[in-house]
Structures are given as structure tokens and as C-alpha cells.
């Protein structure tokens, strides 16, 4: 078994794991073990059930990263994964029990990603987010070149509401699990004033970056830099 961990990446709502990969590079190069989890996207307990056994099968510790809902996600998967030795939190919600990612996000000021910028689709009976192209720079990435971020909103991937409104039903794991929380200052889907409270509260080991909520790609030295930190404290 390794004592090196490995790095399981988590991304969040209206992208995918392709998000992760300027980042992915980097922890490679420095010689870091990789896996980028497809997430469901389907609702909280049933993603975090599905990052949770994929971080299972790995054999040797993990390092479990999180952007944006994925975090709500870590901080439920976590409980079900004994070989997780840190919680990484990439722009993203570090819910306590009772809190669901919506419910964070509206209680400070700053979010733009509300009934305005996103379209609702009901599939199987089921409502689902996804930003409306026009909003999409503004609301997650307006630090990346618009011919960018023109392809990530129509590559996005869609999101059931329910996902973003349930509740944490279970202790979260940051109370027993040392975490590390990039906070994205220039965020306009979760704003930079929830992220600092829910990382204060936390206890989470805290980088300030001048970035949009897509800091994984507009800064993956800074995102790769945090990881790295959190993984050789494990050791």
C-alpha cells in the first residue's frame, strides 16, 4: 500500500471533471496519483454515495478535493471512506449538518446564480439547473477569455435542483478531518463572504486567490499548490 496519497478529484455543477485538468498536470508532474470522479449530479446522498465508494476502491490514502457543490458532496462522502486523511475545499460549500448548498449561498450577498441566470427543464419528473448561456462568464468564470467560456456553457452539465437543496443529514466530516479551502475572492456563484465564514467555522488552513468560481482553471498552479500542502501533511 502506498503512503503517498492520492489525489481524488471532485468537480461540481454546470462543468465537468475536464475542469480539473491543468490541475491534474501539475500534481502529476510533482508525482501525485490522480482520479477525477464523474459526479452524478443527481442529489446529494446518492453523489456523495458515489465519490464515496469510488474513493474506497483506491487502495492507500486519499486526499479528497471538492469544487463548488462537490464540497457539500466531500463533506458527506467522507464519513463513508476511511482511507480519507484530508478534505480540500476548491471554492466550495463546507455545509454543516442541516445546511444544503443553496441555503449557504443565499444567506450572504453577492451570488448571481439565481431564478435570473439559470433555466429549469424537468427530466423524469425532476427539475434541473443549468445557466443560461448569456450569464455563464459572469456568473462562473469572468476570468477566463469569453471564446472560453462560450464552449463551458454549452458543454455544462446540467444539475437537479434537489441536489442544491438537500439538507446534510449527518455530522460533516470537516469536525474530524483536517481541511484546507482555496477561497475564490472575485466568486459569483458562491460569494467569497460564505466561503471565508464556512472555512473560519471549519478550521480550515485558508488561501485567498483573485479568481472567478472557475479557479481550477483560470489558476491551477494556486489550486495544485493547495493540494499538494494538504497531502504532504498527511504524511
Request: aromatic share 6%; charged share 20%.
Amino acid at each position: 500500500m502506498s503512503t503517498t496519497p492520492t489525489i481524488v478529484l471532485v468537480y461540481g455543477a454546470f462543468g465537468d471533471s475536464s475542469a480539473w485538468s491543468g490541475v491534474i498536470a501539475r500534481l502529476q508532474e510533482r508525482g501525485y496519483d490522480t482520479v477525477a470522479v464523474a459526479n452524478p449530479l443527481r442529489g446529494l446522498e446518492s453523489d456523495a454515495q458515489y465519490v464515496a465508494t469510488t474513493t474506497q476502491a483506491i487502495d492507500g490514502p486519499v486526499v479528497l478535493v471538492g469544487h463548488s457543490y462537490a464540497g457539500t458532496l466531500i463533506t458527506r462522502a467522507a464519513r463513508d471512506a476511511s482511507n480519507v486523511e484530508a478534505l480540500v475545499y476548491i471554492a466550495a460549500f463546507q455545509p454543516d449538518e442541516g445546511e444544503s448548498s443553496f441555503g449557504l449561498a443565499a444567506r450572504f450577498p453577492g451570488a448571481k446564480l439565481g431564478p435570473d441566470t439559470t433555466t429549469v427543464v424537468e427530466h423524469d419528473g425532476e427539475p434541473e439547473l443549468s445557466i443560461k448561456p448569456e450569464h455563464y462568464r459572469d456568473v462562473i468564470a469572468g476570468d477566463l477569455p469569453e471564446a472560453t467560456t462560450n464552449i463551458l456553457a454549452v458543454t455544462q452539465r446540467p444539475v437537479r435542483q434537489a441536489a442544491l437543496t438537500t439538507e446534510l443529514s449527518s455530522e460533516p466530516a470537516w469536525r474530524t478531518l483536517p481541511s484546507w479551502a482555496l477561497i475564490a475572492k472575485r466568486d459569483n456563484a458562491i460569494p467569497a463572504q460564505a466561503q471565508e465564514f464556512m472555512a473560519e467555522r471549519a478550521g480550515s488552513h485558508v488561501v485567498r486567490v483573485a479568481a472567478s468560481h472557475a479557479v481550477a482553471i483560470s489558476q491551477p498552479d494556486a489550486v495544485a499548490e493547495l493540494i499538494v500542502q494538504a497531502a504532504k501533511a498527511t504524511r
